[in-house]
């Protein structure tokens, strides 16, 4: 048969030496700032924004999204442990025991970078005022949605956020789990939709609909939101409150409002005169 299972079993690490290690999931983060550096500097530099704008931009939106997922993932998932372990909060590190070793950037949580790069976004926004909050959102878009295809890359490298079992002999089998069944990749089919997500974005970009502003947010919503809606059929319950409301998972019921708002603000902006 073409399509067959794949035993997946990577390190997490791409190379060594010593205590230091550079880890995949680390490289994708690294991937997806300096890639939306670099979209971000194109737009400033096509629509005459000055560049010293643009590395406030870039200082507040790392240390937002990374203090803001390693603050989710410690009082929102692992309080119990850190409480006792203070100093790791903040450095890429883990008491073994006999000592510490460097893990890299691990233990990060998306609802906690959301909430960061949003504080971020609005704390900028207070230092730069040429443009508008929606100006900003409606371009912050195209980096955003690259950067969430490369950690969806790193998260199947770390073999986490798994597809449900399969049922045939396609899929991915993670070994690294203890796994001997094949499962949908769904981390890969998350990624390679934000990636056609992106290249949709940047093609709105480059016509006139960059102008009204909130479409391009518009347009993020509700096909991010809609990928993940989709997704979520074929992947493994993060639980949540699915047993209170049932017919869909947790993150289905959390993009049902976003996609409705997105297709709001698209349709609105695509009726508003130029």
């Known amino acids: 048969m073409f399509f067959t299972k794949i035993d997946w079993a990577p390190s997490e690490t791409l190379f060594k030496i010593g205590s230091f290690g550079v880890h995949y999931y680390s490289l994708m983060f690294v991937l997806a ?6 979209l971000m500097r194109k737009i400033f530099e096509q629509e005459k924004i000055p560049l010293e704008n643009l590395e406030s ?34 450095l890429p590190i883990r008491d073994t025991g006999s000592g510490y070793t460097f893990t890299g950037f691990r233990g990060l949580a998306s609802h ?23 100006w900003l959102l409606d371009r912050v878009t195209i980096p955003v949605s690259l950067g969430a295809a490369f950690v ?3 998260n199947f490298f770390n073999s986490e956020i798994v597809g449900k079992y399969s049922g045939t002999n396609f899929g ?29 974005l940047r093609a709105a ?14 347009l993020f919503f509700s096909g991010m939101f809609t990928i993940r809606f989709l997704i979520e059929f074929v992947k493994e319950s993060q639980g949540g409150f699915e047993e ?3 017919f869909f998972s947790t ?9 409705i708002l997105g297709l709001f603000l698209v349709f609105r902006m695509s009726k508003a005169r130029s």
């Open 33 to 38: 700032f300096g890639l939306g550096y670099y």
């Open 57 to 90: 931009l870039f200082v507040y939106m790392v240390v937002s999204i990374l203090l803001g997922a390693r603050l989710g993932d410690v009082f929102f998932y692992s309080w119990d442990y850190y409480q006792d372990h203070l100093i790791e909060i903040l």
């Open 112 to 134: 906690g970078a959301v909430i960061g790069s949003l504080i971020g976004l609005y704390l900028y926004k207070r230092k730069f005022k040429e443009k508008t909050l929606l």
């Open 152 to 154: 969806r890359i790193g």
């Open 172 to 200: 991915v089998v993670f070994l690294n789990n203890r796994e001997s069944l094949p499962r949908h990749p769904a981390q890969l089919y998350e990624a390679f939709c934000y990636f056609i997500l992106f290249f949709i």
């Open 205 to 218: 970009y480059k016509t006139a609909k960059k102008e009204k502003e909130g479409f391009m947010i518009g």
């Open 244 to 246: 209170v409301m049932p």
């Open 251 to 259: 993150g289905q019921w959390l993009s049902i409002p976003l996609v």
